[in-house]
């Protein structure tokens, strides 16, 4: 990896003035050195109950192999605006694009990696825009519309899907105990608890105590009926997704045995990857692995 001096990190802030309501979205931007032949861009999308902090290990070294990469707190989480409305998976992806292409002028097509949440805005990305995506790597979610989906949103495994569902009542329950709750995810769902440091849970209460977060957060499960509308349509109109994909999973994944026929029912061209050594949480449990999966799949040096 090359030494941190020689990669340029930049945390910004812009507003979508085409958007509705306006909005303002905050995204972290790491250029490869200059040294560096550049290789494209990666944007990284991130889950809950996290944000952009949630990928601080694997942004360096995905930069360091030459790529601009792109990590932005979506609508309604972090340093992001957090309007009463627009969470489907859709309007965020819209919002994402739209970052890119008039804001960032970026006009060749990107690599999206997108984690939980994550997934499955990068799957209505690539339905909405699939000329302006490279490649996609997702996971770690069951997709809205998807027989998995169907089969688990009420199981035990996926309680707080329908706890969400209401936001009023459970941002009423949760506000002021942020922390034993988003901390509950993090130990239940990690192969290795450990690497979430207090400084870490205290970085992610911090910015889910934010004024509307948790509104957001949870009116973002309470859009997932919506988003499986959508994901029918898009497949029952247009057809699988043939942008190239891999679905990446922690090996101790509540979800791993599942992840390859989700993907098969809407990606053409699909892989599944795991993960030793990690359970949900791959870019902070292991992210020495994520990057080399990453890497080698973005790149065509992946043999699996």
């Known amino acids: 990896m090359a030494s941190s001096t020689t990669l340029v990190q930049n945390h910004r802030q812009v507003w979508l003035q085409r958007s509705s309501p306006e909005i303002r979205l905050y995204y972290i931007e790491c250029l490869p050195p200059a040294s560096t032949k550049p290789l494209g861009t990666i944007l990284l999308i991130h889950g809950f109950p996290e944000t952009s902090y949630q990928f601080r290990k694997v942004i360096p070294p995905l930069a360091s192999a030459g790529y601009r990469v792109l990590a932005p707190d979506y609508r309604g989480a972090g340093y992001s605006s957090k309007p009463p409305s627009g969470y489907t998976k859709k309007d965020i992806a819209t919002d994402l694009h739209t970052l890119l292409t008039t804001h960032l002028g970026i006009k060749e097509k990107v690599h999206l990696v997108g984690h939980d949440i994550g997934g499955m805005i990068t799957h209505a990305y690539c339905a909405l825009f699939p000329d302006s995506v490279e490649s996609v790597v997702w996971g770690e979610c069951p997709l809205p519309g998807s027989t998995v989906y169907e089969n688990t949103k009420h199981s035990p495994t996926l309680w707080h899907f329908d706890f969400h569902s209401v936001p009023d009542l459970s941002v009423q329950l949760v506000q002021g105990r942020e922390r034993i709750y988003i901390k509950h995810f993090y130990d239940r769902l990690a192969q290795c608890p450990e690497v979430f440091t207090n400084a870490d849970l205290d970085f992610y209460e911090t910015q889910y105590a934010m004024p509307g977060a948790l509104r957001a957060a949870f009116t973002t499960y309470g859009s997932f009926e919506e988003d ?36 098969a029912e809407f990606y053409e061209d699909t892989r599944h990857v ?31």
Request: hydrophobic content about 40%; cysteine-free.
């Open 228 to 263: 499986a509308e959508h994901n029918r349509q898009w497949r029952q109109e247009q057809g699988k997704v043939k942008v190239r994909s891999m679905v990446l999973s922690g090996a101790g994944s509540f979800i791993a045995e599942e992840a390859e026929n989700m993907a």
């Open 274 to 304: 795991t993960v030793e050594g990690s359970g949900h949480w791959i870019a902070e449990e292991q992210p020495e692995l994520f990057v080399d999966k990453v890497l080698a799949f973005i790149e065509g040096k992946d043999k699996s």
